[in-house]
């Protein structure tokens, strides 16, 4: 494609820079708006990889150090040390979704007259906060699904423009040589060239981050399901006890 458009711009006599800022300057409005609209995506493309880069980063890392301070915690029955654990934890997954099961728990009456109320209630918190946390790690996500899908797209109005531009130029000069064309063919290489190259990361971004979000999801469910058992479990001894 890069040959193509140095073809053009070598057979328009060499009046057609090759650098971008000569491609610019002898662009059409429309072509400079195509273009100036496949920045913007390609801006807001990259500032969501970015961010998205840093919350998945620092949820895997915090909750390495998380799953097993909290593990040993609640094996010896300190939830106090659990909650202590999630607040030095608060970027992981895993510690906002224990969090919110362990604060039902404590929070639900131990007494209540309906059996397994207290582990019922703290399932549906950890069912909230597991929605709420994927939720959270997928914000973003659609826009990178929806400057993949477009950009290609936004790239070929380009293309049309500039297929326009070039048979505009040829009625108004009344030649057929490719000097006449040269100046709208260029634009609408280029157009499709920054289309798909705003579009093809996006799309490599969103496969990436969406494969994250799902191993993610995967531990959330094994944390807990583990949680759950383990309120089973001490439900159980105070049984005993009582």
């Known amino acids: ?89 608060k970027k992981s997954h895993l510690a906002k979704v224990v969090t ?15 059996p397994g109320e207290q582990i019922e209630a703290s399932r549906r918190a950890l069912d909230r906060a597991e929605a709420i946390e994927h939720a959270e790690l997928k914000r973003g996500l659609g826009s990178l699904a929806t400057i993949g899908a477009t950009g290609p797209f936004v790239g070929l109005f380009g293309t049309v423009l500039g297929i326009i531009h070039a048979f505009t130029s040829i009625s108004q000069t009344n030649t057929t040589g490719i000097a006449a064309v040269a100046g709208g063919i260029s634009e609408a290489l280029i157009t499709t060239a920054f289309g798909l190259f705003v579009a093809v990361p996006a799309v490599w971004a969103y496969n990436y981050f969406t494969s994250k979000v799902e191993a993610f999801d995967i531990e959330m469910d094994n944390s807990s399901s583990e949680l759950v058992d383990y309120f089973l479990k001490r439900s159980g001894r105070s049984a005993v006890r009582k």
């Open 1 to 89: 494609m890069l040959y193509a458009i140095y073809f053009f711009l070598q057979s328009h006599g060499g009046s057609v820079s090759f650098d971008f800022v000569g491609l610019w300057h002898q662009m059409g409005f429309a072509a400079k708006a195509v273009v100036v609209v496949l920045f913007i995506m390609s801006v807001i493309s990259i500032g969501v990889m970015v961010d998205r880069w840093l919350v998945y980063s620092a949820a895997r890392r915090q909750s390495r150090e998380f799953a097993p301070a909290v593990a040993g915690a609640l094996k010896n029955g300190r939830l106090d040390e659990a909650f202590k654990i999630a607040e030095r934890n």
């Open 100 to 114: 919110a099961g362990l604060a039902e728990f404590q929070a639900h009456d131990p007494g209540s007259d309906v």
